[in-house]
């Protein structure tokens, strides 16, 4: 593994946490009151973390199981919760 390696992975789950963030702030925004939200917004955001982590679950066991790095296994934990909160904030903020 080399220090690139550990950057990446960092950079990966800092920018994660900035979305994660993000996505938090404009939700609770929104159930406020504060700006518009769409209906079932409330609903979505439960009905999304089963799968989402489900998907990052089954990402890490594949990863781990090819035998690849820990960095490795935890990007392919995080990519497919990246997804989701990337596209969740790209909606929001429209």
Request: aromatic fraction near 4%.
């Amino acid at each position: 593994m080399f220090p690139s390696d550990l950057f990446s992975l960092q950079l990966k789950m800092t920018t994660l946490m900035a979305e994660t963030q993000t996505v938090m702030a404009l939700r609770l925004l929104g159930m406020s009151g504060a700006i518009p939200a769409k209906k079932g917004e409330n609903e979505r955001m439960i009905d999304e973390k089963g799968p989402a982590m489900a998907k990052a679950y089954a990402a890490a066991t594949k990863a781990m199981m090819e035998g690849r790095r820990p960095d490795q296994i935890m990007s392919a934990a995080m990519a497919p919760v990246s997804k989701r909160v990337t596209s969740n904030r790209k909606r929001l903020m429209k």
